[in-house]
């Protein structure tokens, strides 16, 4: 049984900064791509930051330049760095771990959601 559990949302000033973090437990071959994503309340989830197994990385046009996406693949942790918050990132930040087993089979599982309040 795989969970991934994640830490780090609050609440914080405009301008602000945050570092969520997630962690996949159980038995897992291999991680592959990791993201953010987030859903602000009646809109759609988006995706923030995407990173690769090799470090390969992509953002939406509204966080370029704020946010910072990295993992550690000893620890296999993935981190959002969030930096110049604003209040338009007010958010449920979920994480998304791609995920491959032996015997070649690959699964998404995500976290539950960490809330991101940024005041004005």
């Known amino acids: 049984q795989v969970q991934v559990v994640e830490s780090g949302g609050g609440l914080v000033q405009g301008g602000g900064s945050l570092r969520l973090s997630c962690a996949p437990s159980?038995?897992?071959?291999?991680?592959?791509?990791m993201g953010w994503y987030r859903q602000a309340s009646g809109e759609q989830r988006e995706s923030v930051a995407i990173?690769?197994?090799?470090?390969?990385?992509n953002y939406v046009g509204s966080v370029k330049g704020r946010f910072t996406i990295s993992r550690d693949n000893a620890k296999n942790t993935l981190y959002l760095q969030m930096n110049s918050l604003k209040p338009e990132d007010t958010a449920v930040y979920y994480c998304?771990?791609?995920?491959?087993?032996?015997?070649?089979?690959?699964?998404?599982?995500w976290g539950q959601g960490t809330q991101v309040t940024v005041s004005s």
């Open positions: 990173i690769t197994s090799g470090g390969i990385t």
């Open positions: 998304a771990v791609d995920a491959e087993f032996r015997g070649g089979s690959r699964v998404r599982y």
């Open positions: 159980g038995s897992i071959f291999r991680i592959n791509a």
